[in-house]
């Protein structure tokens, strides 16, 4: 069993920035990806970020030159460093793990982020 805790959401302007950090416990052997997704209100939830057990990261068009997700393996902790944020970021953000061969079976209780304008 994984658990996920996120922190690092709060209130910020347009224009400033966030890091997110997402710890992970438990049987995280079994972890290749860390993921990290936002959903805002009557929107649905989607992808931001990932990045793999071999250091491989991607992200959505609309985040990238602006977002980074990068990873502290001694901590067990995954981060995502926000910065330029826009109102369009305002959402609960999740991080979320996934096995090799598998979807995203662990979730975290999210934390909120709202870029006011």
């Known amino acids: 069993q994984v658990q996920l805790v996120e922190s690092g959401g709060g209130l910020v302007q347009a224009g400033g920035s966030l890091r997110l950090s997402c710890a992970a416990s438990?049987?995280?052997?079994?972890?290749?990806?860390m993921g990290w997704h936002r959903q805002a209100p009557g929107k649905q939830r989607g992808l931001v970020a990932t990045i793999t057990k071999g250091g491989s990261t991607d992200y959505v068009d609309s985040v990238k030159g602006r977002f980074t997700i990068s990873r502290d393996n001694a901590k067990n902790t995954v981060y995502l460093q926000m910065n330029s944020l826009k109102p369009e970021d305002t959402a609960v953000y999740y991080c979320?793990?996934?096995?090799?061969?598998?979807?995203?079976?662990?979730w975290g209780q999210g934390t909120q982020v709202t870029v006011s304008s």
């Open positions: 438990g049987g995280i052997s079994s972890i290749n990806t």
């Open positions: 979320a793990a996934a096995p090799l061969y598998g979807g995203y079976h662990y």
